[in-house]
């Protein structure tokens, strides 16, 4: 696995993301990972970030 997500990898992360979302997402999810360029953090709300604004957010596409 190297470099870019690919359309098709880009889908299938639209799509669990969608379903992670809908059925096992109660409040809040934080999550964190190692990579090469150091830690990254992951939250998944429902509700958008302290002092940003719905317009803050890139919509993901509908699914295919």
């Not at 934080?30 to 990254?40: A, D, E, F, N, S």
Request: charged fraction near 25%; glycine fraction near 6%; avoid cysteine.
């Amino acid at each position: 696995m190297n470099g870019s997500l690919s359309d098709e990898e880009f889908d299938t992360l639209n799509g669990l993301l969608r379903r992670l979302s809908e059925y096992d997402l109660d409040q809040f999810l934080l999550w964190k990972l190692q990579t090469t360029y150091g830690r990254v953090y992951i939250s998944i709300t429902r509700d958008h970030w302290p002092g940003s604004s719905d317009e803050t957010y890139n919509e993901l596409p509908p699914l295919r």
